[in-house]
């Protein structure tokens, strides 16, 4: 089955900083990638999806992520972050054949004014 | 942080019949969603369940479809009801933590396959 890795369980940030986060999966088949956002006492938000073409895929809020087959890996990017950022991010992986899904441990941002 | 326990972990069922999924928790939470995933979809979010209190529908889902309990803090169902292959997804729990702020978690998923 597959599994998902988030390298950093707390990334702190100040405002207009670059931010990347890790995402890499174990899973030899194809995937379906997915990068979910949960912002405190809110429900989970999706962020972009990965299902197949292009491997650089945007998503809302000014966020993007790269497929890159080769490392296994789906890295969330935004280029310059906002105190309204913080929150939990989430990497999910979904099995294209079997669709189960695995969510990442979660990584917690916080965005400092 | 929280581990959640979710069963069952895959069910084939007739249509028509009802299916009730356990999500427990190994510590006190406030708020616990319930998620599903149909095939070669992202996560929709089903409802929202607060101890004592009826829990909140999202747009699209109904108490009579998805009736769901929350008898205590550490605890919640989930019963999909009179089921047909329409209801073939994954259903999973989540619960945000009783401290507050961050913690999420996510129980295992329930693959239900109804026929």
């Known amino acids: 089955a597959q599994s998902v890795s988030q390298h950093n369980h707390h990334v702190i940030l100040s405002e207009a900083a670059s931010l990347e986060l890790g995402c890499n999966y174990s899973?030899?088949?194809?995937?379906?990638l997915f990068w979910y956002v949960q912002y405190p006492g809110q429900h989970l938000q999706l962020l972009l999806k990965?299902?197949?073409?292009?491997?650089l895929v945007k998503g809302i809020k000014g966020f993007e992520a790269e497929f890159i087959k080769s490392k296994f890996s789906f890295n969330l990017r935004k280029p310059s972050v906002q105190w309204s950022d913080t929150a939990e991010y989430f990497c999910?992986?979904?099995?294209?054949?079997?669709?189960?899904?695995?969510f990442g441990a979660g990584t917690r941002l916080t965005v400092k004014p | 942080s929280a581990v959640i326990s979710q069963k069952p972990s895959r069910d084939i069922c007739q249509r028509g019949t009802s299916l009730t999924i356990q999500c427990q928790v190994d510590?006190?939470?406030?708020?616990m969603f319930w998620y599903r995933q149909q095939p070669g979809q992202s996560l929709t979010l089903i409802a929202t369940?607060?101890?004592?209190?009826?829990?909140?529908?999202e747009s699209g889902f109904v108490i009579d479809k998805f009736p769901i309990s929350r008898p205590n803090l550490t605890f919640s169902t989930l019963t999909v009801s009179n089921m047909s292959p329409e209801d073939s997804s994954i259903y999973l729990c989540?619960?945000?933590?009783?401290?507050?702020?961050?913690?999420?978690?996510f129980g295992s998923g329930t693959r239900l396959t109804v026929v």
């Open positions: 989540s619960v945000e933590l009783a401290r507050g702020g961050y913690g999420y978690t």
């Open positions: 510590s006190q939470v406030t708020m």
């Open positions: 369940a607060n101890q004592g209190s009826e829990a909140t529908y």
């Open positions: 990965y299902f197949s073409g292009d491997p």
């Open positions: 899973y030899g088949g194809t995937v379906n």
């Open positions: 999910a992986v979904n099995a294209d054949n079997n669709n189960d899904m695995r």
